[in-house]
């Protein structure tokens, strides 16, 4: 049974780093896109981050390029997000998903939380001094 579990979740400061982990059980990591998406209360999940299937190519929302590392541990069937440089606006859940269609606009795809088709239960991030 494909399932996802996420980890590392917590209170940091602002300009604080979190590592968030995914860890992948029931099917190869290596066939599918992956991403971490987060969500607020009353708003829609967004994506923040994206790993492509076959070659690695990644996506990040412009509200967190240069601070988020999307990586993945395919033969441990892992999923990261390094996240530094943290906000109070990054506050909210953290979600990990995958997908394994073909990805033909990987921006698109990574903006599209329909469009995953397994998640995690997500875990907490709160920003906050």
């Known amino acids: 049974q494909l399932q996802l579990a996420e980890s590392g979740g917590g209170l940091v400061q602002p300009g604080g780093s979190l590592r968030l982990s995914c860890a992948a059980s029931g099917f190869t990591l290596h066939y599918y896109t992956v991403a971490w998406f987060r969500q607020v209360p009353g708003k829609e999940r967004e994506g923040v981050a994206c790993?492509?299937?076959?070659?690695?190519?990644?996506y990040y929302a412009d509200s967190v390029k240069g601070r988020f590392t999307i990586s993945r541990d395919n033969a441990k069937k892992m999923i990261f997000l390094q996240m530094n440089s943290l906000k109070p606006e990054d506050t909210g859940v953290y979600y990990c998903?995958?997908?394994?269609?073909?990805?033909?606009?990987?921006?698109?795809?990574?903006?599209?939380?329909?469009?995953?088709?397994?998640w995690g239960q997500g875990t907490q991030v709160t920003v906050s001094s």
């Open positions: 790993s492509s299937k076959g070659d690695g190519s990644t």
């Open positions: 998903a995958v997908e394994a269609a073909p990805v033909l606009v990987l921006s698109k795809l990574c903006q599209t939380a329909q469009d995953f088709g397994r």
